[in-house]
């Protein structure tokens, strides 16, 4: 049971550039989430989806796009990178009620110059 | 918007002593989570309180929520070096929450 995958592991982007960090799950996970943790500041949500087609904005969406076009994928997207994104990103997956279990992919540490 | 805070940000302790996490939420949680985090690792879910008042343990884990709902605790007794890491508590607000909030975490060495 993979749980939640997360690629890459560790990337270095130049300021301006563009890239997507992927996410899957195979738990059948109705809801999904991207976190960024920065030292001191715990996790952050950026975007999350409650299934395939919605998606909704977290605390700190600023900079990034999510789509969600089936269960399985939620890849979040820096459209022009900036060194405040340097952060350590996580995905993140549950069932739909809230009172369920957060299950995190192991993390992408983003450095950006 | 809501805001979860937590005390101390850092703890030392030697092993073989207790360790206390705080949790507070500024609104009235429904329900709250306790997650810990090994150096370089992902956050691993430990517990999940519901009741007010109620107190849950796991081996030298002893967790509870207040009676209010709006603040937790974690204890650990007799630390070991494997209770390395930052632990996490995250709430959801009470009526129409869907997004927990994490606090910003406690981070505890253990010196052997």
């Known amino acids: 049971n993979a749980g939640v995958t997360q690629t890459p592991k560790f990337q270095v982007l130049k300021t301006g550039q563009s890239m997507t960090l992927q996410c899957a799950q195979d738990m059948n996970h109705e809801y999904m989430s991207w976190y960024r943790q920065d030292p001191g500041m715990g996790l952050r949500l950026i975007h999350y989806s409650v299934g395939a087609g919605i998606t909704d904005q977290g605390e700190v969406p600023n900079g990034y796009n999510v789509s969600r076009s089936t269960t399985e994928d939620f890849p979040l997207r820096l459209l022009s990178a900036a060194p405040s994104q340097t952060s350590v990103y996580f995905c993140?997956?549950?069932?739909?009620?809230?009172?369920?279990?957060?299950?995190f992919g192991e993390g992408s540490w983003l450095t950006v110059v | 918007g809501q805001q979860v805070m937590q005390i101390p940000q850092y703890q030392h302790v030697q092993e073989g002593e207790d360790f206390t996490t705080y949790c507070n939420s500024s609104?009235?949680?429904?329900?709250i989570q306790w997650y810990k985090q090994r150096p370089g690792g992902h956050p691993v879910f430990l517990i999940q309180l519901v009741k007010s008042g109620e107190v849950k343990k796991q081996k030298r884990l002893t967790f509870q929520f207040g009676e209010a709902k709006k603040n937790s605790s974690l204890h650990i007794t007799a630390t070991q070096t494997t209770d390395v890491g930052t632990y996490f508590c995250?709430?959801?607000?009470?009526?129409?929450?869907?997004?927990?909030?994490f606090g910003p975490g406690t981070r505890l060495s253990v010196l052997p």
């Open positions: 993140a997956s549950r069932r739909q009620f809230s009172g369920n279990t957060i299950y």
């Open positions: 995250a709430g959801l607000e009470r009526n129409y929450g869907q997004n927990f909030v």
């Open positions: 609104t009235t949680l429904s329900n």
